[in-house]
């Protein structure tokens, strides 16, 4: 067996990759707020040189730089965030409290089950 599999059959690498879903959200979330800040400086420092800013090519260069973080750090993070899911749910063993109890005295037929059924 590779050590690969035995991390994949652990459930060690969903976890790493949630925690990474985590990470990306979070850098994601600084470089939106970076871009902001950058944008306030530029418009600050256009201001301060007596210019008068152009606000609508401001906020739509903005806008863009913006969304594009977001869309970009909301994917990578939920596709992160669902390969670690599907890869614990496929590898963890399946943990269930049901148990099967054989009943004492006479087996129910198939019929007797049916009626059963009807009846309530």
Not at 74 to 92: E, P, T
């Amino acid at each position: 067996m590779s050590p690969f599999t035995g991390l994949i059959k652990d459930g060690r690498i969903g976890k790493w990759c949630k925690r990474g879903a985590v990470l990306i959200a979070i850098a994601g979330t600084i470089q939106i707020l970076l871009t902001l800040y950058a944008l306030w400086g530029e418009y600050r420092q256009i201001q301060s040189n007596g210019q008068t800013p152009d606000l609508i090519y401001l906020i739509l260069s903005g806008a863009v730089q913006i969304f594009t973080s977001i869309m970009t750090t909301v994917f990578f993070a939920l596709i992160l965030y669902a390969v670690g899911v599907i890869i614990l749910a496929n590898s963890a063993a399946a943990h269930s409290d049901v148990t099967i109890e054989k009943l004492d005295g006479a087996e129910a037929t198939p019929i007797e089950e049916e009626e059963v059924r009807i009846l309530n």
